[in-house]
């Protein structure tokens, strides 16, 4: 084989390659595209599109959206909810990731494995016994009830994340301060977590995630439409309303943009996060 | 040791609340003290639950026949055993696990083939296969919900351009409807795998395809024999993750078919949910879901076993 000849076999190779990722990346993007020319097409009209271009772009379904529909209402919701039980998660979770990262002792590896056992089994066991317990407590249709479901959620993986933080700070420098005279505890918090700041705004806002994604607990926990988070809210309009998809395009998106924002903004500290094993 | 010497010389060696805070601040006491909030916590939010199950699933608690409660024994488990519905679930999840694996981690080993050393545009093709990642699976189901529309949906009017092949209702018959519901979550779910698979395919040693080029090793051979045996770790790690997220899976099933058509799509997860909250069954639905974390326990078993055997191996990035 000549030379020019392997060259001209490496660029085919590329332009092929190009082609691919052109091609892969478009069908992949297709769906989310999708989503928003739709949310664009006046109401009713999406049914006579005739190309995969837009036509006519109209902001009117999300007007309707707010107005006429409690989709702010079920974003607050989302809001507060996704806010307390991630922060609650974080308060009780860096404790015991920290512990379980540092100190030896008896049964550590039996409550790792518990943790992560939590978190990889379907959450449809729970919520079916959590819905019976939550209904002989009055928690049913509360919004403490829904915090408390999504710890349940958030919490495993917070200690899971917490503990793979502290795993990846070295435990010299607590241990200088503590040749220095401070305690473990005050190690702990004047060293150690100062140290683990970033890692802890990681974990809550994969917690906030979480639990703004969640469809399970709050299509469970929840009856009332006044308290339904934006999850179960947009989900209600299949079925429903199911031709009017515009307005359930038009939801779908104002749902899924500030978790896109978010992941953009924040891009490489969660995709380092996902590959320490704390994937959902 | 510095500590322990200065207490012992102070003034205070004998003081109770001294010795108590110290306790807690140095002794046995500290790891309780960090352990117990969280411990306290998921016993209520996830233990408590668990015991209620188990308890749920001995008694009859149904809506249907409310004065049967209190019957205790083990006919739930009975039933279950000779239950067709529940082991067609069993047998629909095993499916739906199987496709999305399958098709997660070929789409996502060949974008990420595609991609790994694409130097223009890096971010911008990287950014493209992580996308659907931060969708969420409501969203998903509703986007593909529309996109399958018998009547209006986007995939049947596409499909008109193919001669041969006629629009259908994808989620309506029975033949197709599961196969729908897998696609929606390979698109959901695949950019995981991706992650993965990039950080694996950077962990492989430059040299060894320098030394396949020497040896005039073609594409194909490189990656039969070079990449994939490079791989086999993050793969092993990567297909049990994605069974245990196919096992799992509620929300799209759920929004797009609740089961149907008659049970078609009815896996583990939601039958156990249909079970209780349309049969108003909630102790069998207990013990559907007892059944449902035994096979989860199975498999993070297997995960853990993985992960200890690719830390253990050439492991590369995992």
């Given at each position: 084989m000549t030379h020019g000849r392997r060259r001209a076999n490496l660029m085919v190779a590329d332009v092929l390659k190009a082609g691919g990722i052109v091609v892969l990346g478009c069908a992949v993007l297709f769906p989310i595209y999708w989503m928003g020319v739709i949310a664009l097409t006046p109401t009713g009209f999406s049914r006579s599109?005739?190309?995969?271009?837009?036509?006519d772009v109209t902001l009117e379904n999300f007007v309707t959206l707010f107005t006429e529909r409690p989709m702010l209402q079920w974003l607050w919701n989302s809001i507060v909810v996704a806010t307390l039980s991630s922060f609650l998660s974080l308060a009780f979770g860096t404790s015991c990731g920290y512990a379980l990262s540092r100190l030896k002792f008896r049964g550590a590896g039996l409550v790792l494995i518990l943790v992560l056992a939590t978190q990889m089994m379907p959450a449809t066991s729970i919520v079916v016994p959590l819905y019976i317990l939550f209904r002989d407590f009055g928690l049913l249709d509360t919004m403490q009830g829904m915090v408390l479901g999504h710890i349940s959620l958030v919490a495993p993986l917070a200690i899971w994340m917490a503990k793979g933080f502290f795993d990846s700070i070295p435990a010299d420098l607590e241990g200088a301060a503590r040749i220095d005279g401070c305690t473990r505890l005050s190690a702990y918090w004047y060293v150690a977590l100062p140290l683990a700041m970033p890692g802890l705004a990681a974990i809550f806002i994969y917690g906030f995630v979480t639990s703004w994604h969640d469809f399970l607990f709050a299509k469970t926990l929840i009856n009332s439409q006044s308290l339904w988070t934006a999850a179960t809210g947009i989900s209600s309009f299949r079925g429903e309303y199911f031709t009017l998809h515009e307005l359930q395009m038009a939801a779908a998106l104002t749902f899924a943009l500030p978790v896109v924002v978010v992941f953009l903004v924040m891009q490489r500290r969660i995709v380092s996060g996902a590959l320490s094993g704390s994937v959902r | 040791m510095t500590t322990l010497s200065h207490s012992q010389d102070g003034k205070r060696p004998g003081n109770p609340p001294g010795r108590l805070r110290r306790f807690m601040t140095e002794g046995p006491g500290f790891a309780v003290l960090m352990l117990l909030p969280a411990l306290l916590v998921l016993g209520f939010v996830i233990g408590l639950p668990m015991i209620k199950a188990v308890i749920l699933s001995f008694d009859t608690i149904t809506l249907r026949r409310p004065a049967a409660a209190g019957t205790i024994g083990l006919h739930n488990y009975s039933r279950l055993l000779s239950d067709p519905d529940a082991w067609g679930a069993v047998l629909r999840s095993a499916l739906y696990m199987l496709g999305t694996v399958a098709g997660s981690v070929s789409l996502a080993l060949g974008a990420a083939l595609l991609t790994h050393r694409v130097i223009r545009l890096r971010a911008l093709a990287r950014l493209t296969f992580l996308l659907p990642w931060t969708v969420p699976a409501v969203v998903t189901a509703l986007v593909w919900g529309v996109m399958y529309?018998?009547?209006?949906g986007v995939i049947n009017r596409l499909l008109d351009v193919v001669p041969f092949v006629s629009g259908h209702d994808w989620l309506i018959d029975r033949q197709t409807a599961l196969f729908a519901l897998i696609i929606a979550q390979v698109w959901n779910e695949f950019p995981v795998a991706y992650i993965f698979f990039l950080a694996g395919l950077h962990s492989i040693p430059e040299e060894l395809y320098e030394a396949a080029k020497i040896d005039r090793a073609g594409a194909f051979a490189q990656f039969r024999f070079i990449t994939l045996p490079q791989l086999r770790y993050i793969i092993a790690v990567i297909v049990i993750l994605l069974m245990i997220l196919g096992f799992k899976a509620f929300p799209i099933i759920f929004i797009l078919t609740g089961g149907g058509p008659a049970g078609a799509t009815e896996t583990l997860t939601v039958l156990t949910y249909n079970t209780a909250f349309r049969s108003l069954d909630f102790s069998y639905s207990a013990t559907l879901g007892i059944l449902a974390v035994l096979v989860s326990l199975v498999l993070v078993l297997g995960y853990l076993r993985v992960m200890a055997r690719a830390d253990t191996g050439k492991g590369g990035a995992v």
């Open positions: 599109l005739s190309s995969v271009f837009p036509s | 529309d018998g009547n209006f």
